[in-house]
């Protein structure tokens, strides 16, 4: 198992009480497997992936990576696993105006402390399999939103981890580009065995999930397998 909520419960200050954003949630994510979690905004969705990604620390319950519980790390610990075990896609690209599509991904292999020449094949190699490879050395205002988004995804599988948490990756798109997107999330799931968790408030393009989570209130309230 990659990645595994065991009662995740979390809460945030909310005047003199308490408002609770994840309430009990368990949920099991196999190695090349995709699970969606769908549901309205704020019904803890994105509270779950800060959760899954070790952003934020729930107040009880357990996180586990490749069988190895993150209670009791240090944030530094935490810094280290994202690093090298966690790829995030975030809403927005969030690309650096001034690199271009293959030094995006090229930074975060640098963070890494990986030698600039095989960053660079690596980077390569990744925008080729995004269907990139002849962008590679444009800059964000020359590549089309969808081809930004495609970045965004290359850029969260450079140092190659063992988990991809997907953060709303469409809703800046229109719906031919936001199904080839969910499309490519789904092929790079299973051909580099990742645990992906994609976090989406539209199910229209939900048909090759493995697994469909529906978050409300801060429940867990439907798990259904998709076919």
């Keep these: ?12 200050p909310d005047g003199d009480a308490r408002l609770t954003a994840l309430d009990r949630v368990s949920l099991d994510v196999p190695k090349g497997s995709l699970t969606a ?5 704020g019904s803890g969705k994105s509270s779950l992936l800060a959760v899954a990604a070790t952003l934020i620390t729930p107040d009880s319950g357990v996180v586990t990576l490749d069988g190895s519980a993150t209670t009791g790390m240090s944030r530094g610990e935490l810094a280290e696993l994202r690093r090298d075990k966690i790829g995030i896609v975030f809403q927005q690209p969030n690309l650096l105006p001034s690199l271009t599509a293959a ?6 292999a640098q963070i890494r402390g990986d030698k600039p020449r095989s960053a660079r094949g690596r980077a390569l190699e990744l925008l080729d ?3 990139l490879a002849e962008q590679a050395d444009r800059r964000p205002h020359q590549l089309s939103g ?9 850029r969260a599988l450079m140092n190659e981890p063992t988990v991809l948490l997907v953060d709303e990756p469409t809703s800046a798109l229109d719906h031919d580009r936001g199904a080839a997107i969910v499309d490519l999330i789904t092929r790079l799931t299973h051909q580099q065995a990742t645990a992906t ?9 939900l048909t090759a999930v493995d697994q469909i989570a529906e978050v409300r209130d801060g429940r867990l309230s439907h798990l259904e397998l998709a076919y």
């Design 146 to 154: 969808g081809q930004r988004q495609r970045v965004n995804i290359a």
């Design 37 to 41: 979690v769908v549901g309205p905004s």
């Design 129 to 131: 399999v995004v269907g």
């Design 103 to 108: 030094e995006q991904l090229q930074v975060m």
């Design 197 to 205: 968790v994609l976090v989406t408030h539209d199910r229209t393009h």
């Design 1 to 12: 198992m990659s990645l595994q909520l065991t009662d995740i419960t979390l809460t945030y």
